[in-house]
């Protein structure tokens, strides 16, 4: 299959953001809540903390233990909420057991509201009203956009564990003209997805799409993170036994985890500007 650079395209929109940072003169700052010690978790805040730092967003990164009671975290969200100089709030997501992540991000104002997890926000998302879209789903569209794939008229599955995840996907597929089906990992339909002109695995487990459910010319995109005990990183598409299947693949590391964090940074920009009464 053809890998989808989604190192490109994510360096194109760092260098916009970077661009629109340096013409507009904001000083665009981002509080990130990091609670426990996952160590995937605390990898990615790293990446977006130095992305931010390479185009000049400024960070409040709060690393917290997980015995950190959801009052306390409240407290901070409470905190960012009214600071006059935070246009953006992330939660690191997934919080570790015995926290209420819904009620946490529920908390935020809407208008800080990095990912766009807000339920006002993913609301609007749903009802087609959406102006903000959370990074990892624009991320879906612009590499599907990055390949001959049709969406007006494309026939897409998307393959989840999370209907907060796929929900808002389904809607901004369907809105772009796609027939959507989604399945969880356990009720696939093969003969369904092996029909699909695109599939998005979001899953968690490594080698779970193989070759018999990918028909040829289909663009892939994979979302899963999997860490194999040798460290290796890979995503949720048998991508080593699919390479030779005629198409378009969205590569794990290398696709949709670049370009999520260059567009988180899009995101809080877009926020800033916003505040300020400035056109976005």
């Not at 940072?21 to 903390?49: C, F, M, Q, W």
């Not at 809607?171 to 997805?193: F, H, I, Q, T, W």
């Not at 080593?240 to 590569?251: Q, V």
Request: net charge negative.
């Amino acid at each position: 299959m053809n890998l989808i650079d989604g190192k490109s395209l994510a360096s194109s929109i760092r260098e916009n953001v970077k661009r629109d940072i340096e013409n507009t003169g904001i000083v665009a700052r981002l509080g990130v809540l990091l609670v426990g010690d996952d160590p995937a978790s605390h990898t990615y805040v790293s990446l977006k903390e130095k992305a931010c730092a390479d185009v000049g967003i400024e960070t409040d990164i709060r690393r917290v233990p997980a015995s950190m009671a959801d009052e306390e975290l409240l407290g901070i969200i409470e905190e960012w909420n009214g600071d006059e100089e935070v246009d953006a709030i992330l939660i690191q997501l997934p919080l570790p057991d015995g926290h209420d992540a819904d009620a946490l991000i529920a908390a935020m104002d809407m208008r800080k509201d990095a990912d766009g997890f807000h339920p006002d926000n993913a609301d609007a998302i749903l009802a087609g009203a959406g102006t903000l879209f959370p990074p990892v789903h624009e991320s879906i569209l612009r590499l599907i956009g990055a390949t001959p794939v049709d969406l007006r008229s494309a026939g897409a599955v998307i393959i989840a564990n999370s209907e907060n995840f796929s929900d808002p996907l389904e809607r901004l597929l369907k809105v772009a003209g796609c027939n959507v089906e989604v399945y969880g990992p356990n009720d696939l339909d093969p003969s369904v997805v092996k029909d699909a002109d695109i599939i998005v695995v979001a899953v968690g487990k490594p080698k779970f799409l193989t070759r018999d459910l990918i028909k040829s010319n289909a663009c892939v995109i994979d979302v899963g993170t999997n860490r194999l005990p040798d460290g290796k990183l890979v995503g949720d598409v048998d991508a080593e036994n699919t390479s030779d299947i005629p198409g378009w693949l969205s590569p794990v590391p290398g696709g949709v985890g670049p370009m999520t964090v260059a567009l988180l940074l899009k995101n809080v920009v877009t926020l800033a500007k916003r505040r300020r009464g400035i056109s976005v």
